[in-house]
């Protein structure tokens, strides 16, 4: 009996460092959930601070109009007049003089092969040269020379805009009644284009007229993931949950450059965006979403080309931050959506 009180002291006296060790972790994770806190609370304030206003719809007076074929200036037509074509093609361009050629023979080849098969069907391609330093607007004009600038525009802009910036300006020069947005490099078979106007049609009826459909290459994940470095898989994935967690659910890949609207979709959104560079596409889709657009993602023929602008860590890292800022922006009323506006 008289070993007893010995053997409780030494339990006690065990029991108490670990009891001492669960205080200890629960005061970091306190601390830690906090500084957490403390930290989205300043990202937020910072976010709302920087945040720009809606850029300007605004363009330069060089920017007003085109060369027609025969070197004359012509003005440009507006996304708020009525359509006369039944497609136009936005591609935008910056630095492409070697790239665009390929591109431009595929699309004009598969263009003109419809419009023979069907008369009735009308189009145009709008080459936005998004102030190149080469020779990409001479490169793009000599298609409109050979198939005539009621086929072929090309717009070039007086300083760089970015991507979205260059795509906005070409839609809001459009004729169209359907608008693809295609990249310069032509990743993906021109022809798919059927597979995105199917994927339209099937979102009908379309509420005012407003839908998009998708390019994807989410098809292809599996393989791309094996002839990418385990880091770039990493970036990929975490770009992914990024997009899904802050701004858009249900579209597996929101960065591929192939993308159809209605009319309607497209000036609305379009008119919306406020980030101009790599991310346009999130916040693009996440303005549809929060305006009920319905939108269809569609798998695509896509084979990476070489001349790749995108610098995979620092492009990844700064579309990361674009991502939460996006979110945050709108969370904190620094970006609200508005109604359609019009191009000054």
Not at 40 to 53: C, D
Not at 103 to 131: C, N, W
Not at 241 to 259: A, S
Request: charged share 25%; aromatic share 10%.
């Amino acid at each position: 009996m008289g070993a007893l009180p010995l053997v409780c002291r030494c339990g006690i006296g065990r029991a108490a460092p670990a009891w001492r060790m669960a205080l200890l972790l629960l005061q970091l994770a306190v601390l830690g959930a906090t500084l957490a806190a403390a930290a989205l609370v300043l990202i937020s304030i910072v976010a709302f601070i920087t945040a720009t206003k809606m850029p300007a719809l605004h363009r330069h007076e060089e920017e007003k109009f085109f060369l027609n074929a025969r070197g004359q200036k012509e003005t440009l037509p507006s996304i708020w007049d009525l359509p006369t074509k039944q497609l136009s093609v936005v591609v935008p361009s910056y630095n492409e003089e070697k790239r665009l050629p390929v591109m431009m023979d595929e699309a004009l080849s598969y263009l003109e092969k419809r419009q023979k098969r069907d008369p009735a069907f009308t189009y145009e391609v709008i080459v936005v040269d998004d102030g190149s330093k080469d020779q990409t607007s001479k490169v793009a004009f000599k298609y409109c020379q050979k198939y005539g600038s009621d086929k072929v525009r090309v717009m070039t802009l007086v300083k760089n805009r970015g991507k979205g910036g260059a795509i906005r300006m070409g839609i809001f020069s459009s004729r169209g009644e359907k608008i693809l947005m295609a990249d310069a490099d032509g990743a993906t078979k021109f022809p798919d284009v059927e597979k995105l106007e199917k994927g339209l049609n099937d979102l009908q009826p379309w509420p005012n007229q407003m839908a998009i459909a998708c390019g994807s290459r989410a098809h292809l994940e599996k393989e791309s993931i094996a002839q990418r470095s385990y880091f770039r898989t990493l970036l990929m994935y975490g770009f992914h949950f990024l997009v899904w967690f802050l701004c858009v659910k249900g579209i597996r890949d929101t960065q591929c450059g192939f993308k159809l609207f209605t009319r309607e979709a497209a000036s609305q959104t379009f008119s919306s965006l406020h980030v101009e560079r790599w991310a346009f596409d999130v916040e693009l889709l996440y303005i549809a979403q929060c305006f009920k657009i319905p939108i269809a993602e569609i798998a695509v023929n896509w084979t990476e080309i070489e001349g790749s602008k995108l610098v995979p860590f620092w492009s990844w890292l700064q579309m990361g931050k674009d991502l939460l800022f996006i979110r945050l922006r709108y969370m904190t009323g620094a970006w609200r959506l508005e109604q359609t506006r019009k191009m000054n």
